[in-house]
């Protein structure tokens, strides 16, 4: 809740790459804001402050924390919110326990992650793990929906120096593969309710009804869907595909998003790993099951249990030699793209792969054609058509291609990302029925054992705030605008119904197009292809998907865009880009204290952030604070300040340098603030003066291992050494 102690502005503690740059950033954006009368405070949305918030009753007092992700959450439903968002984790099972793991050897008594719970009190502490897991933190802080677009100055920087495109060719036996039926899109019915109804679902068999979730509240006009994947579809998909990978012998490649879908995606890579596993899986289940093996957890954890039994691993070595080889995460150490659940997450890889010409790394360490899985139908064609339209075309010019802006649908968990509560792994054959406390059956399906059942939903005031965004940016922006929603699935019916009136209603219907994802991606390339620019108007998954895909193709990166959250109180929340390279670039830290991570995204967000908060709180000062951010993120672009990828060349800590100085320097510059003036310019003239003993004082801790004292929950002490060794600096900024 907001309070007079609340900061001006909320910088978050995340994981990773972002959050040891904010240990070399975030005092700079302190420093400079305090000139300006605005406060900067962090609350803690990373994996470890997640998980030490919600077990107190395990801890010592001094180890409790505040559940820094509640406070947020009721935060952004008020008009004072103004919250930068960095990528954080999205925890998979083998993250969560990974960082359990470091927690309890630093000293926090917290209980294991129940793989199996048996007893009410393993159960218990299953449940609060869960609501850890996957897209814990989004769909809290997202209460507005998405504006994501490349910021003028980057794009303008890309189309001067066109990043590095694979070819494409006419022969390429890249493919993307989905199902035909029984699939979430096949199965999938919708409804709009026309009142207000709490429903309960439940599972009806031969020997009883079991409650699946009750209490399901919707406020009247909501779009409630329900479907189903048939285990029995999929498997039958999976082992298919499988076989023709292997006679096309190109690589075999699933791509899923578990970390996001933290019930339906894990269980469908499962799958995938006993298919590609299938002879040994059919003669060792027993086994591999005595083992505690979860073909769930990915073929890393299933090495790690079998380790030592020289029958069952020689059987793995062998059905692998015979199936088509995989598509690598690393090929050097021998990570296939089944080890991890949360290594191969779709909206990263899929994008990566096209860029490249449609080539995988295979287990040789050469590039290779691949077959894409995609299991379910409801995005794949998204991908299936951006690779036909390159074998057909060849590859993007990003000196010379427009953009695709998006506008997301997302806000209080729209659509499927919202799902992980109403998502069930059927026990046993029966009916599940969705039923309104009326008594009304809403959705029914026959399912059988091991099918896959989800119901989403999606608010009818989010619904008309996001028409309203995609309005009022066609007209800024003045350009192509497409609602992708496919008149032939059911929930995208449901929001064409509602969509349209507004349109016509606002008597802006000619100004814009609605596509089914295939048909609107043809024509989004076409368009930016021809120079010229887009907006996609989506909902909650495509935004993720697209906001990867289009900028990796224009920019190279996904972690330059400006992602802005109009929060539908009125508060603002600033995102800034993904984070899902984020763990190589840990590892490389660690190894040689280089940090190639680059705060662009963060650079973008910091200058609207302050010009939103001039606008909200009257604050003229903040307002020429973010039009110097501006300045230095140009300044960055034009001088090729980024960070390079490469150990004893420029990296993170080095831009932040160079973006204060430029900063600083503007600030300095401009005559509408006499007072702001004077106070940078004594800093900008030291940052001037210290420049070549700052860079060698960054320059001398690198090519040496960094100890940071944790990868989940690090040392506050040891990662300020590391990103903060520059003793000129420190003193300048304080």
């Not at 999929?234 to 595909?241: G, H, K, T």
């Not at 007072?675 to 001037?688: G, K, N, R, S, T």
Request: proline share 5%; charged share 25%; hydrophobic share 40%.
């Amino acid at each position: 809740m907001a309070d007079n102690t609340t900061p001006d502005i909320i910088y978050t503690k995340v994981d990773e790459a972002p959050e040891l740059a904010s240990a070399s950033f975030l005092p700079m954006i302190q420093k400079f804001a305090a000139a300006a009368g605005v406060s900067v405070g962090t609350k803690d949305i990373s994996l470890a402050g997640r998980i030490i918030s919600t077990f107190p009753e395990y801890l010592s007092e001094e180890q409790r924390i505040p559940d820094d992700l509640a406070l947020l959450g009721e935060l952004v439903k008020t008009p004072e919110a103004n919250v930068i968002k960095l990528p954080n984790i999205s925890a998979s099972v083998p993250q969560l326990v990974a960082a359990v793991k470091e927690l309890q050897a630093q000293g926090y008594a917290l209980p294991d992650y129940p793989e199996e719970p048996a007893t009410d009190e393993e159960k218990a502490v299953r449940a609060k793990y869960d609501g850890i897991k996957g897209s814990a933190v989004n769909p809290v802080l997202r209460e507005g929906n998405s504006d994501r677009r490349a910021a003028i100055a980057v794009k303008k920087f890309a189309q001067a120096n066109p990043h590095r495109m694979g070819e494409w060719t006419k022969d390429s036996k890249t493919r993307v593969a989905s199902m035909s039926g029984g699939d979430f899109f096949s199965n999938e019915v919708s409804a709009t309710l026309d009142k207000a109804a709490t429903a309960k679902i439940v599972l009806e068999t031969a020997s009883g009804e079991t409650v699946l979730k009750e209490g399901v509240s919707y406020p009247a006009g909501t779009v409630v869907d329900a479907t189903y994947m048939s285990a029995a579809a999929l498997d039958a998909f999976l082992e298919e595909e499988i076989a023709k990978t292997k006679d096309e012998g190109v690589l075999f490649s699933l791509h899923m998003k578990a970390t996001m879908m933290k019930v339906s995606d894990p269980i469908i890579f499962g799958h995938a790993v006993k298919a590609y596993l299938k002879p040994v899986f059919d003669k060792y289940g027993a086994e591999l099951k005595e083992l505690g093996v979860n073909p769930n957890s990915g073929l890393g954890d299933l090495l790690a249990r079998v380790e030592g039994n020289a029958e069952i691993k020689s059987a793995i070595d062998a059905c692998m030699a015979d199936q088509p080889p995989m598509y690598m995460v690393n090929s050097d150490k021998g990570i296939t793209n089944l080890h991890v659940p949360s290594d191969v997450i779709i909206d990263a890889s899929m994008p990566a792969l096209i860029r490249a010409g449609g080539k995988g790394w295979g287990p040789d360490g050469n590039e290779a054609d691949a077959v894409c899985v995609i299991p379910d139908n409801s995005y794949a064609p998204v991908y299936d058509e951006t690779i036909k339209f390159f074998k057909e075309n060849g590859k993007l010019n990003p000196a010379t291609a427009g953009t695709v802006q998006n506008i997301g649908l997302m806000a209080q968990k729209a659509e499927e990302y919202g799902s992980h509560p109403t998502t069930f792994e059927i026990a046993e054959a029966g009916t599940v029925k969705m039923i309104l406390d009326d008594g009304t059956v809403l959705h029914s399906h026959e399912v059988q054992a091991g099918d896959i059942w989800r119901s989403a939903s999606a608010r009818k005031a989010p619904i008309e705030d996001w028409v309203n965004l995609a309005i009022e940016r066609q007209k800024a922006e003045g350009c192509e605008a497409i609602f992708w929603l496919d008149e032939n699935r059911a929930h995208d019916a449901q929001l064409i119904a509602m969509v349209k009136p507004i349109l016509e209603a606002k008597g802006v219907a000619g100004k814009f197009q609605i596509m089914s994802p295939a048909k609107a991606t043809v024509q989004s390339l076409k368009t930016i292809t021809a120079g010229k620019n887009s907006i996609a108007i989506t909902g909650n998954v495509l935004r993720d998907y697209l906001t990867d895909l289009f900028p990796i193709l224009e920019l190279a990166t996904s972690a330059k865009m400006l992602s802005i959250v109009k929060l539908m109180q009125g508060g603002g929340l600033f995102e800034t880009g993904a984070g899902g390279s984020a763990p190589k670039h840990v590892q490389q830290l660690q190894e040689e204290s280089h940090l190639r991570w680059d705060s662009l995204g963060e650079f973008c967000a910091l200058g609207e952030s302050f010009k939103f908060l001039a606008d909200v709180k009257g604050n003229e000062k903040a307002r020429i604070l973010g039009e110097g951010v501006d300045i230095a993120t140009q300044g960055i672009l034009d001088h090729d300040r980024s960070p390079s990828r490469k150990v004893g060349e420029p990296d993170n800590r080095d831009s932040h340098y160079w973006f204060a100085r430029y900063w600083a320097e503007a600030l300095a510059r401009q005559d509408k603030d006499g007072d702001l003036a004077d106070f940078f310019a004594p800093i900008a003239e030291a940052l001037v003066d210290g420049e070549a003993d700052i860079l060698a004082e960054i320059a001398a801790t690198q090519g040496k291992p960094a100890d940071l004292g944790g990868y989940y929950h690090t040392d506050a002490d040891k990662v300020a050494s590391v990103m903060r060794p520059s003793k000129t600096l420190n003193e300048i900024i304080g």
